[in-house]
């Protein structure tokens, strides 16, 4: 409180005793104002420093509290001195420890996306691939009986966020989930394996692949991932080329579509242009490879992606993370979808399929057609426990469109039980 009155008598040069003579004999703020010679508004200023409150005619604040605050200062500021020092010292070791974790987590990702970038990514990719002698996968078995088999219809497969390469255990997660290659795989076989018992059939197969296809480098989760990110592609994409293989002997027509997500780019924001070592397109280049006269293999250059249906039907497909308020419930994102899909590919899709929020979600769109938001293969993590988010259950879909082009099945196949 002295601080402050020191402060008022130098900055208004008046004495704060011919201020509170004035106010305690009860001068309004204009007298008072005209008998130091100050504007109104400055009185005001001081009034209210001083904890004192004044109006046009009268002042209705006691003196007394402003007396009591002068006489008890000093014990007062003791106790706040003590109190700051204490609150400065643990302000300071908290910020240091910040500063040091944010320190080594920018060096290690600065290290690790410059590693990535450089052109020895591809040879260590193909040293792991030298390291994959066989993969096995489960043998498909499928007869044509049922009397749902059309042949111009369309099995269409969407998985979205594998995150292949993540590790989850248990004891991080409240034991709601576990993660990590193996399960991946396990999870991936029972989708694929529901895709062959269904009684809606056809010739045709499409694949579609929604993004975060591996963890990749982003938010720190380089620092708990099961394996390095080149040894991800190398084994995920050996497991993908076999897959297909297997599945070209029951479809007669197989495509593959790639879309990247954010956890592929080795950049912090989202970019339009193609990037050569996005780590979506490095997995869409070996599997092309090995896929020649096996299947069709397309990547979404443009990170947002079209896919053909039946009768000339479209559906508009992309990751989600270049649309960061997008969700199949949020009518006015949809509606925002439709019109990009027009913009970019000039068709009206009668299919939004997104990734990127981890959750199932579905919505009609004004055509009749759905926006559907496919769902996680990971589920529950480390980063969605911690900030709440429960229901992040994984789950992947299928869906059988007839020759119309219509969905006529779909099945939303839940994982939570595969570890």
């Not at 297997?246 to 479809?251: A, C, E, F, M, R």
């Not at 979808?337 to 990734?355: C, M, R, T, W």
């Not at 990971?378 to 429960?390: I, R």
């Amino acid at each position: 409180m002295k601080e402050i009155i020191k402060r008022i008598e130098e900055h208004y040069q008046i004495k704060i005793d011919d201020f509170l003579e004035l106010y305690e004999l009860g001068y309004g703020r204009e007298d008072i104002a005209l008998k130091l010679g100050i504007g109104v508004m400055p009185v005001r200023q001081i009034a209210a420093s001083l904890g004192l409150r004044l109006k046009k005619k009268h002042r209705s604040t006691d003196l007394d509290i402003l007396k009591r605050r002068l006489e008890n200062e000093n014990d007062l500021i003791v106790q706040l001195t003590n109190d700051l020092e204490f609150m400065n010292e643990k302000a300071l070791k908290l910020h240091k420890s910040l500063i040091k974790c944010r320190d080594e987590n920018s060096f290690l990702r600065k290290q690790i996306r410059l590693s990535a970038r450089e052109e020895k990514v591809l040879e260590e990719i193909k040293e792991e691939l030298k390291k994959i002698t066989e993969v096995k996968v489960e043998p498909i078995i499928l007869e044509h009986n049922s009397p749902y088999f059309i042949p111009n219809g369309l099995n269409l497969v969407v998985l979205s966020d594998l995150h292949i390469g993540a590790k989850v255990e248990k004891e991080n997660v409240g034991d709601m989930n576990e993660f990590n290659y193996e399960i991946a795989i396990k999870r991936i076989d029972i989708v694929f394996d529901r895709l062959v018992r269904m009684s809606y059939q056809s010739e045709n197969l499409t694949i579609a692949i929604l993004g975060d296809i591996f963890d990749g480098i982003i938010h720190g989760s380089q620092l708990i991932a099961e394996m390095p990110v080149t040894k991800a592609i190398a084994q995920f994409s050996a497991y993908i080329v076999a897959k297909v293989k297997s599945l070209s002997k029951i479809y007669k027509n197989i495509t593959l579509e790639i879309i990247s997500g954010n956890h592929e780019r080795l950049f912090d924001n989202p970019v339009t242009i193609h990037k050569p070592y996005d780590f979506s397109h490095i997995f869409y280049e070996l599997v092309k490879t090995q896929l020649i006269n096996v299947a069709e293999v397309n990547y979404a250059f443009k990170g947002y992606h079209r896919i053909k249906l039946p009768n000339n039907k479209w559906a508009f497909a992309f990751h989600g993370d270049m649309n960061r308020k997008y969700s199949p419930f949020k009518e006015a994102e949809v509606l925002k979808a439709i019109q990009l899909a027009k913009q970019v590919f000039g068709i009206e899709p009668y299919l939004i399929l997104s990734g990127h929020l981890h959750k199932y979600m579905k919505s009609m769109l004004p055509n009749g057609g759905f926006a559907i938001g496919v769902g996680s293969l990971m589920g529950t993590n480390q980063y969605s426990y911690n900030n709440g988010w429960l229901s992040s259950i994984p789950s992947q879909v299928i869906l059988f469109l007839n020759e119309e082009g219509e969905v006529e099945k779909e099945k939303v196949i839940i994982l939570d039980k595969i570890s």
